[in-house]
């Protein structure tokens, strides 16, 4: 069974997304990133050695048809359409649909664009000793979970958008059934604008090249 990699994104529609930036950005610029940050990490996960998901929610399917036309998409790429009530449904239905045909699944948001590769690798090469792998992220929440088998309580019941997200999943799960990643960062103040830009002087494999370009016009 191949492992599975499933990135999560709303489709970028102006005015629905990257709001709380909008202090900061126009709503035109709010959709830029979005955008630039979803296909950016379409391109960085193209060196890894899993079957990709792009699982869009907030759209038509022919939304989602003219998407993948428009930005010419690999047909490597499986692009569905997110279905559930809440996050955490959206999430586990794409997990159990998935899980079916493979054995090993990540599923990653797009808001961390300098996260390092090697934290998707280590989450697939951990799960051979733990069922669940978290990346959490500063704001308290996770940009990455994992899953070697069906956990779907880790779906139900929580407080999607806030800052308790991953102690609710980490008090589901006992000590020995999973592994936290290093802590990395979303992009979803002006502060995290500023330093995604420092952090993108440096080498970086997988460079978010439309990412940077991005933050580049804001000089």
Sequence with gaps: ?????????????????????????????????????????????????????????DCSQVERKLFVQE?????????????????????????????????RVVLLGIDSPS??????????????????VVGPVEDGGYSLLALSEPRKDLFESMSWGTDVVLQETLDKLASDEFFLLPCWYDVDTPADLHRLRKDLEGDLEGFPHRTHQFLGTLE
């Design 1 to 57: 069974m191949s492992d599975a990699l499933l990135v999560f994104s709303r489709y970028p529609r102006l005015g629905a997304v990257k709001t709380r930036l909008e202090s900061f950005l126009t709503p035109e610029g709010c959709l830029q990133l979005h955008q630039a940050l979803l296909l950016d990490t379409l391109d960085r996960t193209a060196c890894l050695s899993v079957t990709r998901y792009l699982f869009l929610s």
């Design 71 to 103: 930005h010419k998409l690999p047909k490597a790429i499986h692009v569905h359409h997110q279905q559930g009530k809440d996050l955490g449904e959206r999430m586990w239905n794409a997990y159990e649909m998935v899980s079916r045909s493979s054995g």
């Design 115 to 132: 996260l390092p590769l090697a934290h998707i690798q280590e989450a697939l090469e951990k799960l051979s000793r733990f069922p669940v």
